[in-house]
């Protein structure tokens, strides 16, 4: 595994992703969601770890009233028990949050999302294309929501054909309407061996929501050429924001069952027959997460000196700088994960 880093890219505030003025409406939203969760939480299932499969862990925090485990091999974070496959169905197609995001905070965002996130994501891509050796024919986007990544992909012109798989059909129309290519159905009930199979697959911040990572993995296999790359973002359970603030991290919600790490991914995706090529840490934003949530009292720095000299006090000065330090050894809690099929 190399560590190289990915290209600089334009500055990100959180301000920038989601605006503050929508933020009480999304805490309505998920106190709904959470609301119908609850009312399932006997049904809940428990799991071994999702990357190594051992069942030694030792019980990290509760949030939601959801118990988050931490497995004692590979470290990963994972709520277990969890929702079954058919709760989490129906926590998304009935999520007030989802809509939210969908009515206000993605058409608020998406020039930002586009141009600060997606185009640094699909320049890295396509550089890892060549210094890898993979033809840039087929794109296929696992989950793409609205669009915007796989749109930009298909505007490029830098591969031949560029497709996505989503299967709610409200984003699939999204798509549809961006004039993207799009199979309305989930990965696992796309034929294998077609000639639909992908040179390049991704799949943004979906893995931390699934389930079954391994089976979804194995999936997203079916659909790759042999030699072709795989690539993914998701959070790291270790990183800043996780490892400082615990269960009052972001990362750590109703929704991300999975919370891997660098070590953890790496030994999931050998398992699953992918040779990990490059995994990366290239989060802009754990130390202003951590500082929003000393600034709002969720996280106390009043006994902690060094944070509230580089949080607070300093941080004009010293917060990018820590910021460049967390995402150049491997330890934001955004990781970004480059693998080919054996
Ligand atoms: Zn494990």
Redesign the pocket.
Known sequence: MSTTLPPPAAPLSIADLRSPDLMALQREAMAQDHARLHAHLDDFVAVP?P??G?TEATHAFEKYRCQFLR?R??E?LYMSPRPTPALMDDYYSHSENYRLWAERIFPASEANRREKLCRPMFDSIVEACRRHGVPTGHLVELGPGFGTFAELAKNSGEFVRVSVVERTPEMAASCRQRGLEVHECAAEDLPAGSSDMADVLVCFEVIEHVFDPAAFLAAASRLLRSGGLLVMTCPNGQGFDTATLGAASVAVDTEHVNLFNPR?MARLLSGCGYEVLDITTPGRLDVELVREAALQGSFEVKDQPFLRRVLIDEYERLGPALQRLLADQGLSGSMRVIARKA
């Open positions: 770890c990357a190594c051992r497995c091999d590979c990963t953890s």
